[in-house]
């Protein structure tokens, strides 16, 4: 506890290098290199008779919260989102242990995890989960830098000079959709991309589009390859989103 005091305003930096937000959706709890908005600033409370416990609070006055819901289906990490404390029955979801690490620090959950930024390829990246280490490789996945914000720098800050979490990734990490899998990455983005593509004369690269009869061998030949480009573009345009996110 000695890392946080009460009232204290804090900013948590990953092992990534990257800083803890709540987005404006009020409900997504993401990394971001943009340590210098108010959404990277956490207000810490403690919580009445347990010393051990404390409660972070984001600049939309939402708490930042371990859920049982898993990231992606299958996986053990679950989610870390924002919750409003007026949800009293679910309060103790919003309470964390700090447990010191050299400087550093580790979030515990109430269900004994620990607060996770993940790397790697979307929807990983970015992302912020409750989860147990599973290799020595991603044991610093667990620690955050506690970084403290005074008086000054705090007026000083922008309510956030980049916009929230709007990028097909969202699909994957956003709290708003708790319950559901993961969107499709060919679904309605897909049929965007095929207008584009007739809208650049390419209409002949599928039999949808062409007048000039085709097998139905040669149909799905095409269509399958036309899909395995459309997954291309849209994987290779999230990691690009994602990066500079």
């Known amino acids: 506890m000695e890392l946080f005091t ?3 305003a ?6 990534l290098d990257k800083f803890l937000v709540a987005d404006d959706d009020q409900e997504t709890i993401r990394q971001s290199r943009k340590g210098d908005a108010r959404r990277a600033v956490w207000t810490v409370e403690t919580v ?3 010393p051990n416990l404390i409660r972070l609070k984001s ?7 371990a859920s049982n819901k898993p990231l992606l289906l299958g996986m053990t990490g679950e989610k870390v989102t924002q919750t409003h404390s007026s949800n009293k029955p679910m309060d103790w979801q ?3 242990e700090p447990v010191r690490d050299g400087f550093s620090v580790k979030l515990k959950s109430w269900c004994g995890k620990w607060m996770r930024a993940n790397g790697g390829t979307p929807p990983w990246r970015n992302s912020v989960t409750h989860d147990e280490p599973h290799t020595s490789k991603t044991k610093n996945w667990l620690v955050w830098d506690v970084i403290t914000v005074d008086g000054s720098d705090l007026e000083n800050m922008s309510a956030g000079d980049e916009s929230s979490v709007s990028s097909p990734v969202s699909s994957h990490i956003s709290g708003s959709d708790l319950g559901s899998e993961p969107a499709s990455p060919v679904s309605a983005r897909s049929m965007k991309s095929i207008d584009r593509f007739a809208s650049l004369g390419l209409s002949s690269m599928s039999p949808r589009w062409s007048s000039k009869p085709v097998s139905l061998t040669k149909s799905l030949l095409i269509n399958f390859h036309l899909h395995c480009a459309l997954n291309s573009c849209f994987l290779i345009k999230c990691t690009i989103e994602s990066y500079y996110s």
């Open 6 to 8: 009460k009232g204290e």
């Open 10 to 15: 804090v900013k948590l930096r990953s092992h």
């Open 48 to 50: 009445e008779a347990k």
């Open 59 to 65: 600049s939309h006055g939402t708490y930042l919260t």
């Open 94 to 96: 919003t309470q964390w």
